[in-house]
């Protein structure tokens, strides 16, 4: 009923810069926080950034002042610019959200599929 799909990862530089957006689509009634994730080969899933509805935000400390988090609460799009990057921010980026589907429903929490960056050094 809800999906979550995230684009823009890719291969960069060290040093460059890739813009990661996360559109919900589906059943959604409300949605509060959203945020992203990335799992690094064996490693654990970590928390990167996370926003509220009403454009709160914060981060983990590896990334302060590099990337930004944003939203759009029209499209119900999640957005992350990552700058400066670095080969230890490689890893598989997920978005996630908190949504009702419904009036008087519970929040669940739902996951994207996940999108690669590969940063180079």
């Known amino acids: 009923q809800v999906q979550l799909v995230e684009s823009g990862g890719g291969l960069v530089q060290a040093g460059g810069s890739l813009r990661l957006s996360c559109a919900a689509s589906?059943?959604?009634?409300?949605?509060?926080?959203m945020g992203w994730y990335r799992q690094a080969p064996g490693k654990q899933r970590e928390l990167v950034a996370t926003?509220?509805?009403?454009?709160?935000?914060s981060y983990a400390d590896s990334v302060k002042g590099r990337f930004i988090i944003s939203r759009d609460n029209a499209k119900n799009t999640v957005y992350l610019q990552m700058n400066s990057l670095k080969p230890e921010d490689t890893a598989v980026y997920f978005c996630?959200?908190?949504?009702?589907?419904?009036?008087?429903?519970?929040?669940?929490?739902?996951w994207g599929q996940g999108t690669q960056v590969t940063v180079s050094s």
């Open positions: 589906g059943s959604i009634f409300s949605m509060s926080s």
């Open positions: 926003i509220t509805s009403g454009h709160s935000t």
């Open positions: 996630n959200a908190n949504i009702i589907t419904a009036f008087g429903g519970t929040w669940h929490s739902y």
